[in-house]
């Protein structure tokens, strides 16, 4: 059975950083590209990030450009995004999604990351 | 980036009912178009991949249509299992977009 299973959210201040984990296991991790979607609070789901098979090649939104990080440790079945300057307006759950053939055939449980004061 | 205008925002409707909710992208996808079910405080799950093709496991209820700029996602009798939010989204380009939901409720 796959599994997606995101760890690492929390309350930060706005200007700290967090480093989210997905933790897949039931396929072959390394076959496939990943994603990172969030969700703010009562509002729509929103691209965040994109990873391919063997890390080489990654893709932001505007938004999160140049304080975010996507990466992943294949041998460890591991999807990554290292969030820093965090704001206010990144407050959201925080979804990773299976990526095969340009749709998400299987998402994690997320996981809510708050920042405030 | 590639525009999604999803419609209606929300819907009411009565079991047995079709209900059919339409999403328009700002220029051609080809057929890169995905619908997605999310209900309250779950994960979203897919239902319908490029266009017209039914997920594994997804009730035949459940169907899509339309390729280019403009598609459609139909309920063909509305159970009340289905009371959830519903997104489509482009993958033809990056950056992936998501239209802005319609919430369906049960009248």
């Known amino acids: 059975e796959v599994q997606l299973v995101e760890s690492g959210g929390g309350l930060v201040q706005p200007g700290g950083s967090l480093r989210l984990s997905c933790a897949a296991s039931?396929?072959?991790?390394?076959?496939?590209?990943m994603h990172w979607v969030r969700q703010a609070p009562g509002k729509g789901l929103v691209w965040v990030s994109r990873?391919?098979?063997?890390?080489?090649?990654?893709s932001y939104a505007d938004s999160v450009k140049g304080r975010f990080t996507i990466s992943r440790d294949n041998a460890k079945n591991t999807l990554y995004l290292q969030m820093n300057s965090l704001r206010a307006e990144d407050t959201a759950v925080y979804y990773c999604?299976?990526?095969?053939?340009?749709?998400?055939?299987?998402w994690g449980q997320g996981t809510l990351v708050t920042v405030s004061s | 980036d590639i525009q999604m205008t999803q419609s209606p925002s929300s819907l009411s409707a009565s079991v047995g009912d079709r209900v059919t909710i339409t999403c328009q992208a700002s220029q051609d996808i080809s057929n890169y178009l995905n619908w997605y079910q999310q209900k309250p405080g779950k994960a979203p799950k897919l239902l319908i991949y490029?266009?017209?093709n039914l997920e594994t496991g997804v009730p035949s209820r459940f169907s899509g249509s339309g390729s280019g700029t403009d598609f459609t996602f139909t309920i063909s009798s509305l159970q009340p299992e289905d009371i959830a939010t519903y997104y489509c989204?482009?993958?033809?380009?990056?950056?992936?977009?998501f239209g802005q939901g319609t919430k369906l409720e049960i009248k």
């Open positions: 999604a299976r990526d095969w053939r340009r749709y998400y055939d299987s």
């Open positions: 989204q482009q993958y033809d380009n990056l950056p992936v977009t």
């Open positions: 490029d266009a017209s």
């Open positions: 039931g396929f072959t991790f390394s076959s496939y590209w």
């Open positions: 990873i391919n098979s063997d890390g080489s090649s990654t």
